[in-house]
T-cell receptor
Framework: KAGVTQTPRYLIKTRGQQVTLSCSPISGHRSVSWYQQTPGQGLQFLFEYFSETQRNKGNFPGRFSGRQFSNSRSEMNVSTLELGDSALYLC???????????FGSGTRLTVV | AQKITQTQPGMFVQEKEAVTLDCTYDTSDQSYGLFWYKQPSSGEMIFLIYQGSYDEQNATEGRYSLNFQKARKSANLVISASQLGDSAMYFCAMRMITGANSKLTFGKGITLSVRP
């Protein structure tokens, strides 16, 4: 079965711009969660969506938002980009099993 | 709150030897799951092994085994017969099983280098 697909793989944006990242989960998985990975802070949880509803949210400013569509695909949006938003953004989809997290290859965002 | 601690500096191992990567965790919950992931330079997080807090046996997945010591709150990963392709970052993570919160909490990671 196809894995988790994240697009684009790489992005370069300018401070102040906004960006939208996409994640297509494994077919049948209803949960999609997002993580930010930076050298300084490590992996931090952004938010989780389940059946189009945000179920959990991490400690990030309101500039970070997301949504999930009826086909379980998810997008995250970052507005008014700052240099510190440069990071690898990882998406994970999960099925019913508690061990069933599958990650995508990530989107590497560089803010200049 | 949950916390994962990985304090080893970069680890080195000779090809074909075994290596243990340390992980300790802190939680007040009784029902939780522990994970190990491998992250090569490409960035993808690759699932290696899972241990549930109520699992009586230590988990094994091929060359990977998890040395789970619940009383000491440790979940060390053992890689047997190391291969050059094992060179990567390794992350320990946990999640609570009860409730709707399925957030993963990660440690800082350990860099493993396999020498030929």
């Amino acid at each position: 079965k196809a894995g988790v697909t994240q697009t684009p793989r790489y992005l370069i944006k300018t401070r102040g711009q906004q960006v939208t990242l996409s994640c297509s989960p494994i077919s049948g998985h209803r949960s999609v969660s997002w993580y930010q990975q930076t050298p300084g802070q490590g992996l931090q949880f952004l938010f989780e969506y389940f059946s189009e509803t945000q179920r959990n949210k991490g400690n990030f400013p309101g500039r970070f938002s997301g949504r999930q569509f009826s086909n379980s695909r998810s997008e995250m949006n970052v507005s008014t980009l700052e240099l510190g938003d440069s990071a690898l953004y990882l998406c994970a989809s999960r099925g019913d099993s508690p061990r069933g997290y599958t990650f995508g290859s990530g989107t590497r965002l560089t803010v200049v | 709150a949950q916390k994962i601690t990985q304090t080893q500096p970069g680890m080195f191992v000779q090809e074909k030897e075994a290596v243990t990567l340390d992980c300790t965790y802190d939680t007040s919950d009784q029902s939780y799951g522990l994970f190990w992931y491998k992250q090569p330079s490409s960035g993808e997080m690759i699932f290696l092994i899972y241990q549930g807090s109520y699992d009586e046996q230590n988990a094994t997945e091929g060359r990977y085994s998890l040395n789970f010591q619940k009383a000491r709150k440790s979940a060390n990963l053992v890689i047997s017969a190391s291969q050059l392709g094992d060179s990567a970052m390794y992350f320990c993570a946990m999640r609570m099983i009860t409730g709707a919160n399925s957030k993963l909490t990660f440690g800082k990671g350990i860099t493993l280098s396999v020498r030929p």
